[in-house]
């Protein structure tokens, strides 16, 4: 577990065998804020079920989503409004 004082990644992608220790390092993830991403995966490695869960943090999504919107302002601004659909 990250030290209080370390940043927290924005993405982790979580992966184990299918036991509750794996369900317990995402029910810890989820304590600590982050939300889940996408749909879990599993395969079979011939002896266990191995699962892997993507997790971000809010505030990763919110940054993403001004990024392209400011993006998107400037291509705005660049062609005056013009060639759009």
């Known amino acids: 577990m990250p030290e209080p ?8 992608l979580i992966t184990g065998p299918d ?3 794996f369900c ?8 600590e804020g982050y939300v ?5 995966a599993a395969t079979f ?7 892997a869960q993507a997790i971000i943090l809010p505030a990763a999504i919110a940054s993403a989503d001004a990024a392209v919107a400011s993006a998107v302002d400037a291509l705005d601004e660049e062609f005056d409004g013009e060639g759009h659909a």
């Open 5 to 12: 004082t370390e940043e927290k990644l924005s993405y982790r």
């Open 19 to 21: 036991t509750k220790e």
């Open 24 to 31: 317990e390092r995402i029910s810890t993830a989820l304590s």
């Open 36 to 40: 889940l991403h996408g749909s879990p």
């Open 45 to 51: 490695n011939g002896t266990d079920v191995i699962v």
